[in-house]
T-cell receptor, first 110, second 112 residues
Framework: NAGVTQTPKFRVLKTGQSMTLLCAQD?????MYWYRQDPGMGLRLIHY???????AKGEVPDGYNVSRLKKQNFLLGLESAAPSQTSVYFC?????????FGQGTRLTVV | EDQVTQSPEALRLQEGESSSLNCSYT??????LFWYRQDPGKGPEFLFT???AGEEKEKERLKATLTKKESFLHITAPKPEDSATYLC?????????????FGQGTILTVHP
């Protein structure tokens, strides 16, 4: 039972490049989330999904897009990366109770 | 808009010195308040869920309580291994159904 798996774990991008972060969960959870974590700012919600085929904006959605085509996967896309998107990204999933987190993706945009 | 504010931002304790962390929240239709622990370089790890005012949960040296406006995480006789960032999160209802909003966290350091 892998829980929540994020791919990749580390990535360095050049400004203007695009990429997709993949989050996969094997717990059949309905809800999935993408957060970014910067020093001193806790976890800030980027986008979330309350079920397959649905997405909603969080606190800091600008510059990111998401898709939830399959229940077990939640993709986070950066169309044109900017240095301000340098951060650690966490994915989480849950049903009615607590959320389970992946180990994070450390993204650096140079 | 849902808001979660944690205080203090950082807390330094001596081993055995008990204290409390605070989580104040504003949310439409609370459907759960969660406490997490996060160690450096790792994802948050679940500690407690509280659903209604007056509820309390305990685990080892930690005890979480909930009122209508805030939650406290009490740490009794802490040890150095309790050093971590403690995060609070609220699950909203209404138009924010399913949304999970975190506070900025409290960095706890326990000195031997």
């Amino acid at each position: 039972n892998a829980g929540v798996t994020q791919t990749p774990k580390f990535r360095v991008l050049k400004t203007g490049q695009s990429m997709t972060l993949l989050c996969a969960q094997d717990m059949n959870h309905e809800y999935m989330y993408w957060y970014r974590q910067d020093p001193g700012m806790g976890l800030r919600l980027i986008h979330y999904s309350v079920g397959e085929g649905t997405t909603a904006k969080g606190e800091v959605p600008d510059g990111y897009n998401v898709s939830r085509l399959k229940k077990q996967n939640f993709l986070l896309g950066l169309e044109s990366a900017a240095p301000s998107q340098t951060s650690v990204y966490f994915c989480a999933s849950r049903d009615r109770g607590e959320a389970f987190f992946g180990q994070g993706t450390r993204l650096t945009v140079v | 808009e849902d808001q979660v504010t944690q205080s203090p931002e950082a807390l330094r304790l001596q081993e055995g010195e008990s204290s409390s962390l605070n989580c104040s929240y504003t949310v439409s239709g609370l459907r759960g308040l969660f406490w997490y622990r996060q160690d450096p370089g790792k994802g948050p790890e679940f500690l407690f869920t509280l659903y209604s005012a007056g509820e309390e949960k305990e685990k080892e040296r930690l005890k979480a309580t909930l009122t209508k406006k805030e939650s406290f995480l009490h740490i009794t006789a802490p040890k150095p291994e309790d050093s971590a960032t403690y995060l609070c999160a609220v699950n909203a209802g209404g138009t924010s159904y399913g949304k999970l909003t975190f506070g900025q966290g409290t960095i706890l350091t326990v000195h031997p």
